[in-house]
């Protein structure tokens, strides 16, 4: 179940960023660097120091943030049942034990948030969250270690918590301590594990019924349309398809926060109005749904066009599970490089706001290499590759690509570079729900046009996304021996050089043997008014830190 909420938390970045580029202002992240501490026996991280955000002199808080978002969550806080997006809608009031970070410099990894610190021991096979003591709900009781394992204990129940077989037992030594006993160390926990939503576990009960188990079906009810964490916000009201509304949490933990006083989200998926009510006063912040078009035209008209450092490159991906497939042919997949126009493509469709990919790794990410040999367009070596697996009279190809206006300008932008190079393109233009099905599900008959995402933690791109046990399942895409037998030992690596080394040895194989044609990379953004101070994805996509958001009068 874990895989199906990483899935949706990258699907309602999609509506943002598969459409979208990104524009030259870069934001400024204030995090202090923390670093791990490795030693034979354990790994720790020192308590956070980005908790003491505060306003700037001279600015004053409050006032009620307008904003725009493009769906709604389905379910609230049974993780089990938490559908696309549901996550991302819900963090205003619902945290986590440990949250991602970035520091100035880029670089990356888990904090402490909910707990004050944990330490990871791969020897001793122990997980132990120490966590900050007053914490409360909003229902006013307290986050304590035995309603810490009981969060545990649902999400194990629901199946949601991803490695959950390697948990032998979760103990509480007193009531701010939580030791997770594993059979086998991965240096995947902290994500897996840290990034756990702690909910109440008594507002749970009092309405779970006569059954107060963690899977009661009258408390999975209750949690479609309800949601009680520890968060800085307090749900008001949830219109679905229309609008929700939060209000401050007036006992929130940390002092002083949040600096508003509300937020009031509007539902609306079309980008056309969406803009006009920016440009008329009537919203502060478009969080989600812009495209680089819009970017290129509100930029000049004084609205602020952040981007961050998560995005989601783009890619090509030939169906290599179906032992019938051309794409099992390593001289199909090159030709299929060879033959996109990357950097003309990529100017047309970003506006100069996307980058284009030469390897699978983007420069700022691990796993990229400045002196791999890459495959630059050259049509005629395509052609060349084609006539010897084949298909010296054309190669048809059918290319799934959603059917949204950019991702279908995208298509006719590559099914005319393709065809230019010896292959026979027809676009199969689907609906949200048969691409994500096909992608992530029953898989894609041919050639698909797909996104894969950059994680908090380095190797977890490639864990999360290429894996032999991915958070995002991509239905149609064969992991080969070498990927088999290096997940069996990579998780294993408990030292960040021990981590980028492997990580470059695995991007490395995978490009060499063409299984991703890797196409341009589109970053996070938002757009804002002046007035508006916020990082929506200085964390990545995972955790949005709504209380340190901030408005000058206006």
Same mark, same amino acid.
């Not at 908790?51 to 904003?67: D, E, F, M, R, Y």
């Not at 609008?243 to 401050?248: A, D, G, P």
């Not at 002092?255 to 056309?272: C, H, N, Q, V, Y």
């Not at 680089?292 to 989601?312: C, I, N, R, S, T």
């Given at each position: 179940?874990?895989?199906?909420?990483?899935? &949706?938390? #990258?699907?309602?970045?999609?509506?943002?960023?598969?459409?979208? !580029?990104?524009? $030259?202002? =870069?934001?400024? @992240?204030? /995090?202090?660097?923390?670093?791990?501490?490795?030693?034979?026996?354990?790994?720790?991280?020192?308590?956070?120091?980005?908790?003491?955000?505060?306003?700037?002199?001279?600015?004053?808080?409050?006032?009620?943030?307008? &904003?725009? #978002?493009?769906?709604?969550?389905?379910?609230?806080?049974?993780? !089990?049942?938490? $559908?696309? =997006?549901?996550? @991302?809608? /819900?963090?205003?009031?619902?945290?986590?034990?440990?949250?991602?970070?970035?520091?100035?410099?880029?670089?990356?990894?888990?904090?402490?948030?909910?707990?004050?610190?944990?330490?990871?021991?791969?020897?001793?096979?122990?997980?132990?969250?120490?966590?900050?003591?007053?914490?409360?709900?909003?229902?006013?009781?307290?986050?304590?270690?035995?309603?810490?394992?009981?969060?545990?204990?649902?999400?194990?129940?629901?199946?949601?918590?991803?490695?959950?077989?390697?948990?032998?037992?979760?103990?509480?030594?007193?009531?701010?301590?939580?030791?997770?006993?594993?059979?086998?160390?991965?240096?995947?926990?902290?994500?897996?594990?840290?990034?756990?939503?702690?909910?109440?576990?008594?507002?749970?009960?009092?309405?779970?019924?006569?059954?107060?188990?963690?899977?009661?079906?009258?408390?999975?009810?209750?949690?479609?349309?309800?949601?009680?964490?520890?968060?800085?916000?307090?749900?008001?009201?949830?219109?679905?398809?229309?609008?929700?509304?939060?209000?401050?949490?007036?006992?929130?933990?940390?002092?002083?926060?949040?600096?508003?006083?509300?937020?009031?989200?509007?539902?609306?998926?079309?980008?056309?109005?969406?803009?006009?009510?920016?440009?008329?006063?009537?919203?502060?912040?478009?969080?989600?749904?812009?495209?680089?078009?819009?970017?290129?035209?509100?930029?000049?008209?004084?609205?602020?066009?952040?981007?961050?450092?998560?995005?989601?490159?783009?890619?090509?991906?030939?169906?290599?599970?179906?032992?019938?497939?051309?794409?099992?042919?390593?001289?199909?997949?090159?030709?299929?490089?060879?033959?996109?126009?990357?950097?003309?493509?990529?100017?047309?469709?970003?506006?100069?706001?996307?980058?284009?990919?030469?390897?699978?790794?983007?420069?700022?990410?691990?796993?990229?290499?400045?002196?791999?040999?890459?495959?630059?367009?050259?049509?005629?070596?395509?052609?060349?590759?084609?006539?010897?697996?084949?298909?010296?009279?054309?190669?048809?190809?059918?290319?799934?690509?959603?059917?949204?206006?950019?991702?279908?300008?995208?298509?006719?932008?590559?099914?005319?570079?393709?065809?230019?190079?010896?292959?026979?393109?027809?676009?199969?233009?689907?609906?949200?729900?048969?691409?994500?099905?096909?992608?992530?599900?029953?898989?894609?008959?041919?050639?698909?046009?797909?996104?894969?995402?950059?994680?908090?933690?380095?190797?977890?791109?490639?864990?999360?996304?290429?894996?032999?046990?991915?958070?995002?399942?991509?239905?149609?895409?064969?992991?080969?021996?070498?990927?088999?037998?290096?997940?069996?030992?990579?998780?294993?690596?408990?030292?960040?050089?021990?981590?980028?080394?492997?990580?470059?040895?695995?991007?490395?194989?995978?490009?060499?043997?063409?299984?991703?044609?890797?196409?341009?990379?589109?970053?996070?953004?938002?757009?804002?008014?002046?007035?508006?101070?916020?990082?929506?994805?200085?964390?990545?996509?995972?955790?949005?830190?709504?209380?340190?958001?901030?408005?000058?009068?206006?």
């Amino acid at each position: 179940m874990k895989k199906l909420v990483f899935i &949706a938390l #990258i699907l309602i970045l999609l509506t943002s960023l598969v459409v979208t !580029g990104c524009s $030259g202002t =870069s934001s400024t @992240t204030t /995090t202090t660097k923390t670093t791990s501490t490795t030693s034979a026996t354990s790994t720790a991280t020192p308590t956070p120091t980005d908790l003491a955000t505060a306003l700037p002199p001279g600015a004053v808080s409050g006032g009620i943030l307008k &904003a725009v #978002i493009t769906a709604g969550p389905a379910m609230m806080s049974y993780r !089990g049942q938490m $559908g696309p =997006s549901d996550a @991302t809608y /819900t963090m205003p009031a619902a945290e986590y034990l440990v949250e991602p970070y970035v520091d100035a410099q880029g670089n990356r990894g888990w904090i402490p948030f909910l707990c004050k610190s944990y330490t990871i021991d791969p020897n001793g096979k122990t997980f132990t969250f120490k966590l900050r003591q007053g914490v409360k709900f909003t229902d006013g009781t307290e986050m304590t270690a035995s309603v810490v394992k009981w969060n545990f204990q649902q999400d194990i129940d629901n199946g949601w918590l991803q490695d959950a077989d390697k948990i032998t037992s979760i103990d509480t030594p007193d009531n701010y301590t939580v030791v997770i006993h594993f059979t086998v160390y991965s240096n995947q926990y902290e994500f897996n594990w840290g990034w756990t939503t702690i909910f109440s576990q008594a507002a749970w009960e009092a309405n779970a019924g006569a059954d107060k188990s963690t899977t009661s079906e009258q408390g999975i009810q209750w949690a479609v349309s309800h949601v009680v964490g520890t968060g800085p916000f307090i749900l008001e009201n949830y219109t679905r398809d229309v609008s929700m509304t939060w209000v401050k949490n007036p006992n929130y933990w940390q002092a002083g926060k949040p600096f508003l006083d509300g937020m009031e989200w509007r539902i609306i998926t079309e980008s056309t109005t969406a803009s006009s009510l920016l440009q008329a006063g009537e919203i502060d912040l478009w969080y989600q749904g812009h495209s680089a078009q819009d970017w290129a035209q509100l930029a000049p008209l004084g609205f602020k066009v952040e981007k961050y450092w998560p995005g989601l490159p783009q890619m090509l991906l030939g169906n290599t599970v179906d032992p019938n497939s051309k794409w099992n042919d390593i001289r199909v997949r090159e030709a299929l490089e060879y033959a996109i126009d990357k950097t003309n493509i990529n100017q047309a469709l970003g506006r100069g706001y996307y980058t284009a990919s030469p390897q699978i790794s983007p420069s700022t990410e691990w796993g990229y290499q400045p002196n791999l040999p890459v495959r630059e367009y050259n049509p005629t070596k395509a052609k060349e590759l084609l006539a010897a697996a084949g298909f010296t009279n054309g190669c048809p190809v059918t290319l799934l690509i959603q059917n949204v206006p950019a991702s279908v300008d995208a298509g006719e932008a590559i099914k005319q570079s393709m065809d230019g190079a010896g292959f026979q393109v027809t676009l199969d233009l689907a609906d949200p729900g048969r691409f994500f099905a096909s992608v992530f599900g029953t898989g894609w008959a041919d050639l698909v046009q797909m996104f894969y995402g950059m994680d908090v933690n380095y190797l977890g791109t490639y864990m999360s996304w290429f894996s032999t046990d991915p958070k995002s399942n991509l239905a149609s895409y064969k992991r080969d021996d070498f990927q088999v037998n290096f997940d069996k030992t990579v998780v294993l690596i408990p030292d960040t050089a021990g981590q980028q080394a492997a990580m470059n040895e695995v991007m490395k194989h995978m490009y060499e043997q063409a299984t991703i044609c890797p196409l341009w990379w589109v970053p996070a953004a938002d757009v804002a008014a002046k007035y508006v101070h916020d990082e929506i994805y200085r964390h990545g996509f995972i955790r949005v830190d709504w209380e340190n958001v901030w408005m000058d009068a206006h």
